[in-house]
């Protein structure tokens, strides 16, 4: 999963490390 690093963070990579980091409210 962390090989993605050094590429370009999509969408859905972004959301799902920012709910793992910070879950949002919303989402659950």
């Given amino acids: ?4 690093r050094h ?3 999509s969408k859905a ?3 799902l490390e920012e ?3 910070n879950p949002a ?3 659950v």
């Fill in 25 to 27: 409210p919303e989402k």
């Fill in 7 to 9: 590429r370009k963070p």
């Fill in 13 to 15: 990579d972004v959301l």
């Fill in 19 to 21: 709910g793992t980091l």
């Fill in 1 to 4: 999963m962390s090989r993605k």
